[in-house]
């Protein structure tokens, strides 16, 4: 499966932008989808995570009640809706694709799109 991100951009902290990841190559029903970031400098951190019906999701605990990860099989897309944005969310972010429809403790991250780049100003 590939993986194409978009919707990243420069916005003012408190803002808001709308991720968006669309697959191709094979049906996103078949997995479970993950979004990373990861700021200059740092390692790549989990985001959030949604399972392949979109019934169980899960998030870093810092962006949680601020991101919203959801997904249309249809439409073969995963998004990432990211509100009240701080500085701290500033980084390149990545959608990624588990082999496994379900989630479990860790994201397994089997294939990657290229990221794309959020930058918060104060």
């Known amino acids: 499966v590939q993986l194409q991100a978009s919707g990243g951009g420069l916005v003012q902290a408190g803002g808001s932008l709308r991720l968006s990841c669309v697959a191709s190559?094979?049906?996103?029903?078949?997995?479970?989808m993950g979004w990373f970031r990861q700021a200059p400098g740092k390692e790549r951190e989990f985001v959030a995570s949604?399972?392949?019906?979109?019934?169980?999701?899960r998030y870093l605990d810092s962006v949680r009640g601020r991101f919203a990860i959801s997904r249309d099989n249809a439409k073969n897309t995963v998004y990432l809706q990211m509100n009240n944005l701080k500085t701290e969310d500033t980084g390149d972010y990545y959608c990624?694709?588990?082999?496994?429809?379900?989630?479990?403790?860790?994201?397994?991250?089997?294939?990657w799109g290229q990221g794309t780049q959020v930058t918060v100003s104060s």
């Open positions: 949604i399972s392949w019906s979109g019934t169980m999701t």
């Open positions: 990624s694709a588990q082999n496994h429809p379900y989630l479990s403790t860790v994201f397994t991250g089997d294939h």
């Open positions: 190559g094979h049906t996103l029903s078949s997995y479970a």
